[in-house]
């Protein structure tokens, strides 16, 4: 039984998912070619395979970092209420941070991580998402570099996840309703 079955549509493809990287990794090398030590934060679990992908076309000196935060509880829609399940392992005072995220919906997880590493006293705090739903924002946010804007569907794949499944397909595809509805 194959998890493709799952997927009613592919929304970004492998191909295009690669051209993302290559073209994001290309516009983060020439802005931040003036910056000491930048460093990469991805919010697990979402961002594991776009960071990967991302981070390999990023031609500079930089630190990776990981942060576990989560809004969602196996369900799809935000709860709003964002937890720091695993906080990062260097301080971020004087810093240049580049968070790295799967997705922006509410705008509530990275609002409040922003504002966190902030308050942290970071030098910059900029965003880089694969995907954007800009129909989904409750509160206005709008990262930096953006791969692809998307449509208020849920998706899965490259990442993202419905009750932990479907990070490991290689696109980006819209779930079979049929799925969460049962
Ligand atoms: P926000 O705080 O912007 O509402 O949500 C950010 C997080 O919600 C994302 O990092 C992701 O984990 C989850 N999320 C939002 N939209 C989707 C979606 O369409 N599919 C999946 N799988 N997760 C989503
Ligand atoms: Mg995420
Ligand atoms: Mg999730």
Request: glycine share 8%; hydrophobic share 40%; with cysteine.
């Amino acid at each position: 039984m194959s998890i493709l079955n799952d997927i009613e549509r592919v929304l970004v493809s492998e191909t295009e998912i690669e051209a993302i990287c290559q073209r994001l990794g290309k516009q983060i090398t020439e802005d931040y070619a003036d910056k000491e030590r930048p460093i990469l934060l991805g919010l697990l679990k979402g961002c594991v395979p776009f960071m990967a992908d991302l981070s390999k076309h990023i031609q500079l000196p930089i630190e990776v970092e990981y942060m576990d935060v989560s809004s969602y509880h196996g369900n799809i829609t935000s709860s709003g209420d964002v937890k720091i399940r695993k906080d990062m392992n260097t301080s971020v005072m004087g810093r240049d941070i580049l968070i790295a995220e799967d997705i922006v919906d509410t705008g509530k997880t990275l609002d409040t991580i922003v504002k966190l590493l902030t308050h942290r006293g970071a030098r910059s705090v900029e965003v880089v998402t694969l995907l954007d739903k800009p129909a989904g924002r409750v509160i206005p946010f709008t990262p930096k570099y953006v791969g692809t804007v998307i449509p208020k569907e849920f998706v899965v794949g490259y990442g993202l996840d419905y009750n932990e499944l479907y990070r490991n397909i290689p696109f980006v595809g819209v779930l079979k309703p049929e799925i969460y509805k049962k």
